[in-house]
């Protein structure tokens, strides 16, 4: 599934994974035989304008309230410093980081 949403992602598209769907009713529609288990769907498609969703599922269409990526991830290396404090607002830990795994023979 990851894999799938990374490339439909980069041929932009969008994906979208479910279950409890009607697992009979599919394997009917599909043809599916009888050697295949069917454990979920997913849905590939673009982004539309949330406005022509129902009333309902158009309320559920806001922004996600999960951290942001700069509060749970950085680019660069680990410094060996301890404890660590990062400086999330700015490149003070990617500094340091860089610092820490420069070579001694680097100027």
């Known amino acids: ?33 009888d050697r295949f288990r069917i454990e979920a769907a997913v849905a590939i498609g673009r982004a539309a304008d949330s406005a022509i969703l129902a009333e309902g599922l158009r309320d559920r269409e806001v922004p996600s309230d999960r951290k942001p ?11 060996s410093e301890w404890p660590l404090t990062p400086d999330l607002s700015g490149s003070g830990l990617r500094q340091r980081a860089a610092e820490a795994a420069r070579p001694p023979h680097i100027a």
């Open 69 to 79: 990526l700069e509060e749970i991830a950085f680019a660069g290396w680990f410094v």
């Open 1 to 33: 599934m990851a894999q799938l949403g990374l490339q439909t992602l980069k041929l932009g598209h969008h994906t979208h994974g479910m279950t409890g769907i009607d697992f009979d009713k599919a394997r009917d529609l599909l043809a599916v035989p």
